[in-house]
């Protein structure tokens, strides 16, 4: 099915040097899948003009003057830099000549400029971001990561909505299972806004299976966690610094004296195997929900595999039909339940 | 120096099988220390009358006729079984007996009948649970793991006081860095009970180091990360389960044909080397800090060593003086930062 993603091919910390042989990859390998390049000209017309002709229509350049910095402040991002790469990747999804949009840019500038020039959906009152990790089991879907921090318990009711629809959409999965994060398994744990959200996802028709504690993330216990802002943030970013410590453990003791480096080529095989079934840029991506367009985060840091992976994930999406998919699914929710 | 500590020998998936030995093991090691066993006369006197001689009167028994169970509901513990070893080994405590506790029992029962028992200090408004974890740079102590909920500022606040005279206690560490845990290093990010609690900080002598984020707790960034019982408890238990899931992903590659068997042989050095460094029981026992009186939790599936290593921290707390730092600090403190 035929799909245009914009590209904000200036974000991230490597910006065109890992964003362009990463559409370069993905179109090479999603036949049916256009791409408009969006950069300053000067950085990204001379690659675009060298493999055009590759990819004829299927990849188009849209120009943009400016960049939105890691660094800069959420309102220079969106009332100063009007015409940043972030910012036209984001307006030709609002125009309809893309399906999705990707960047690898600051994540508050990015979820700013999307609400602000997407809108939110009918009956959602706050977008939310969304990962994958992975888990004993397979695949869990987290949200939100930081894009809400003071939640109200109708809120990780839509956020628990739009992920039931988002990994319907993208792992063709029915019903998926729904854990609502907590301190305890007994209903009578937790603050007051985690309380009542249960009670809102009792009621929902969603499979809720009830809280779910911090290890059940990695235990692959539920398809979906839901929890505020604060609290995903707060572990995601815990998560990374542990596997990054003990990844470093792991090197250090496999490179302390000669006979280690010896074991280390010996476990080569096995080592490797375990870094790729825990290596993050497999699930890079994160998922803007809520809004009228889809947007697509992938990590400042990713390498061109780690990009591919985010617009892959954006292409699933735009071909799954997700905004349409969470815009039916609130239109049908009866007013309770919206809110 | 000489100090006594009062055991629930009860208490924890193992019980006496457990602490018995832990308790042995202890007193052989820290010949200045004394220990009070308490527990049901049937299971732990006979151990008890074993080992009796071979410490003389650094070894007492104190029965209590009941057991606070796991999926005991707080109230049952506290109001109903009011001769369990947990509540008679805290007694112990306020009674002067002992200068400290340690349980492996159901943390909310603990932190409730210390509570009751023991009181909290004058300016501390809800006393807190802290840990320690292994870092980059060496630990971190990071509080707190569940005890509060709904925090307000001054609470994280006083959390941060009294991490700061653990730390300088027991590290023997002067001035320890603190860190409010956010998902932000700038001043306007977090939500509203962080953002107030950062100014109290600023404000507090301590030697606040600004925002951290889930990342630098095992980077080591600061001695002491502050955060609401919610979001501790949270990545508490998300750290574990990916520590878990890793750790089962590892041993997964290293036994996946018997190349790879004979390479985890050659590996094996390395690996435990691994394994000893972030072997979470050499970091057991969680300090309840604000109490008139030591109290340390213990993991529930604790073994014999990290059993042991609870009970050297009690005793390490009861020797520097904790109670009485805290105590003398908050007499000190201004009443605005008090509250």
Redesign the interface.
């Known amino acids: 099915m035929e799909v245009t993603i914009a590209i904000d091919c200036m974000g991230g910390d490597f910006g065109p040097s890992v964003t362009l042989p990463a559409v370069v990859h993905f179109l090479q390998h999603d036949k049916q899948a256009r791409v408009i390049m969006v950069g300053l000209p000067e950085k990204v017309e001379p690659a675009f003009a060298k493999v055009r002709s590759r990819f004829g229509e299927r990849l188009a350049f849209q120009a943009a003057s400016e960049v939105v910095g890691m660094d800069d402040p959420i309102a220079t991002a969106l009332r100063v830099k009007k015409d940043s790469s972030m910012r036209v990747a984001i307006d030709l999804v609002k125009e309809g000549r893309a399906q999705a949009a990707v960047s690898a840019g600051n994540t508050g500038a990015l979820m700013a400029i999307s609400r602000f020039v997407l809108k939110t959906l009918p009956g959602i009152d706050r977008p939310a971001i969304a990962t994958v990790l ?3 089991r397979g695949y869990t879907y987290v949200l939100d990561l ?1 894009a809400n ?2 939640c109200e318990p109708q809120h990780l009711l839509q956020f628990a909505i739009m992920a039931d629809l988002l990994v319907s959409a993208v792992e063709h999965k029915d019903r998926p299972t729904v854990g609502l ?1 907590n ?1 305890g398994e007994e209903d009578i ?4 806004v ?1 309380k009542q959200a249960g009670e809102l996802l009792k009621e929902s028709g969603l499979h809720f299976v009830g809280n779910v ?7 692959g216990t539920t398809d979906i966690v839901v ?1 505020d ?3 995903g ?14 990844g ?3 090197r250090e ?2 490179s ?1 004296n000669p ?2 480096k ?3 080529l ?2 080569l ?3 490797n ?2 870094k790729g ?2 290596d993050p840029r497999r699930y890079n991506g994160a998922s803007l929900l809520g809004l009228r367009g889809i947007v697509v985060k992938s990590h400042g840091s990713a390498d061109q595999m780690a990009f591919t992976k985010a617009i892959e994930r954006a292409a699933e999406e735009a071909r799954n039909r997700l905004v349409e998919r969470i815009s039916e699914r609130m239109a049908r929710s009866t007013p309770e339940v919206v809110q």
Chains 1, 2 share one sequence.
């Open positions: 992975p888990t004993l930081g921090v003071d994060l301190i744990k937790g603050n007051e985690v504690e911090g290890d059940d993330i990695y235990k929890c802002g604060f609290v943030n707060v572990l995601l970013k815990t998560s990374e610094g542990l596997a990054r410590m003990l470093t453990f792991l003791e496999f302390r006979f280690r010896i074991a280390a010996v476990a095989p096995a080592l195997a375990f079934r825990v």
